[in-house]
């Protein structure tokens, strides 16, 4: 279903790797056209679900756009809090409300970056910039591979800590140190492969786990929670951090999901 496959899209990303970085970080007028690009497509798309009868999943769809540009609104203050105000509300609604309650911050976000919707400019010649020594990949600006093992190590603990999420599902899968070490190792991997970094992922033993776990859009969504509240735990910055997520929603038009 291509709700299911954009609410879990972020897990994707993790298990396939065929994002490329951007080399430097997005200007504010980027971020913004992405932003309105992104939230206009899961207007729409959240509309037809409704309209269908697909309340949960219209619901579910705005809830993961929102997650996802949340952080890369830090240059529109009040507007983020409204955002976050909106996701908080919503959490604790029946799923016909809170889709009511979402689309208000979908077109608050709307209303405020429209200007930028639209096809991309083609620059004005310049006289060329000087090199940017600090620019890197993604994954050197988020830390590097330290801050990478550091913030998985801690999402997995708190994942699998979560009794919502009964990732052993009952005790059927063993999460002992050998296995979880495991398991750190092909998020770290995956994550380097998707941000830029020199450590190499095919997803498949990632992709495989999950396939077996027959995750529901609630579970995934609770994952991709636990997992920002990792990143920022482990300090990558508010713009690496959404640049990150911002990689889930783009995912169908890069051809990765279907």
């Known amino acids: 279903m291509r709700t299911r496959a954009a609410v879990a899209g972020w897990l994707f990303v993790m298990a ?57 609104l830090d240059h529109r203050p009040k507007l983020a809090v409204f955002v976050k105000e909106q996701l908080d509300k919503s959490a604790k609604m029946s799923p016909d409300a809170a889709a009511f309650e979402l689309r208000k911050a979908i077109d608050a976000v709307l209303e405020q970056t429209a200007s930028a919707f639209g096809p991309e ?19 050197d600006r988020m830390g590097g591979e330290k801050v990478a093992r550091a ?3 801690d999402f997995v603990a708190v994942a699998t800590a979560d009794a ?17 070490a495991r398991l750190e190792g092909w998020l770290v991997d995956a994550l380097s492969q998707v941000t830029g970094g020199p450590l190499k992922s095919t997803g498949k033993e990632l992709g495989s786990f999950a396939a077996e776990l027959n995750l529901t859009s609630g579970e995934v969504n609770g994952l991709a929670l636990h997992f920002r509240s990792a990143l920022e735990r482990n300090k990558v910055g508010d713009t690496e951090r959404g640049e990150f997520l911002m990689l889930v929603p783009q995912l169908r038009s890069k051809g990765v999901l279907k």
């Open 151 to 153: 913030t998985v190590k």
């Open 121 to 139: 400019k083609t620059p004005t010649p310049k006289d060329p910039p000087t090199p940017d020594k600090t620019a890197g990949s993604l994954w």
């Open 164 to 180: 919502k999420l009964n990732l052993t599902r009952g005790g059927k899968y063993k999460l002992d140190a050998a296995s979880t």
């Open 16 to 72: 396939g790797g065929a994002v490329v970085a951007q080399p430097a970080p997005l200007d504010r007028a980027e971020l913004d056209r992405r932003t309105a690009r992104v939230v206009h497509e899961a207007a729409t798309q959240g509309s037809e679900l409704y309209n269908r009868g697909g309340k949960a999943e219209c619901y579910r769809l705005l809830q993961g756009t929102l997650l996802a540009v949340e952080p890369m």
